[in-house]
């Protein structure tokens, strides 16, 4: 079975602050695909980093880093200097290649960065 | 137009109505998605559609149809809907990799009274 846990339903960070969101998952596939998205107020869901499982390095994009410890099954993600359109929900995704076009979320978390 | 579009973006439908929400991706993808998103609810992944061949239906009840004419169009006809529906209706598009994310559309707030 695959399942996505997000421990965290409400984080608070002080802008310009470093912050990290807690993902943790399980899956039988021998290969799979970590993503994080972020939803803000108004709905949309917007992709920001992906971690492939035999991927060596650990992914960045600007802003966004994923901490990936593959023997924890954690893919946490970092957000460096926090600004205030940060605030949103997170959500951490898995889709492995034994599960077809499944898309597994979790159940967000909801960051608030203070000013 | 670019990415994914909904419409409508918003619908109050009564119960008795028939209504159908619109998605369309210019992306090229070939996988499209529904979600529903309730307030304080995980992402729940309603249909899945691969080449326009549906792959995955999760239990839904019969009064959500979805149909996918081709791999750019995706549709979600409503019919005698309850309260309990209301809810972010998301359409999301994807290759068919594990490295491929979902794009997602800006979602559709359905309101049944």
């Known amino acids: 079975a695959q399942k996505i846990t997000q421990t965290q339903p409400g984080m608070f960070v002080q802008e310009k602050e470093a912050v990290t969101l807690d993902c943790t998952y399980d899956?039988?596939?021998?290969?799979?695909?970590l993503f994080w998205y972020k939803q803000p107020s108004s709905g949309e869901m917007i992709f920001l980093i992906y971690?492939?499982?035999?991927?060596?390095q650990n992914a960045t994009e600007g802003r966004y880093s994923l901490n990936f410890q593959k023997a924890r099954k954690s893919a946490n993600l970092v957000i460096s200097a926090s600004q205030l359109g940060d605030s949103a929900m997170y959500f951490c995704?898995?889709?492995?290649?034994?599960?077809?076009?499944?898309?597994?979320f979790g159940t967000g978390t909801s960051l608030t960065v203070i000013p | 137009e670019t990415g994914v579009t909904q419409t409508p973006r918003h619908l109050v439908m009564g119960m008795t109505n028939k209504k159908s929400l619109k998605c369309e991706q210019h992306?090229?993808?070939?996988?499209m998605y529904w979600y529903k998103q309730s307030a304080k609810k995980p992402l729940e992944l309603m249909f899945v559609?691969?080449?326009?061949?549906?792959?995955e239906n999760n239990s839904v009840p019969s009064r959500f149809s979805p149909e996918c004419p081709n791999s750019s169009h995706l549709f979600l006809h409503l019919h005698t809907l309850q309260p309990e529906d209301s809810a972010l209706y998301l359409c999301?598009?994807?290759?068919?990799?594990?490295?491929?994310?979902?794009?997602f559309g800006p979602g559709t707030r359905l309101t049944v009274t």
């Open positions: 999301a598009s994807s290759q068919v990799t594990d490295r491929d994310e979902q794009y």
């Open positions: 899956t039988s596939d021998p290969s799979y695909g």
């Open positions: 971690q492939g499982s035999y991927d060596q």
């Open positions: 995704a898995m889709r492995g290649t034994n599960t077809g076009n499944q898309f597994y």
């Open positions: 992306l090229g993808h070939n996988a």
């Open positions: 559609y691969n080449f326009k061949e549906q792959t």
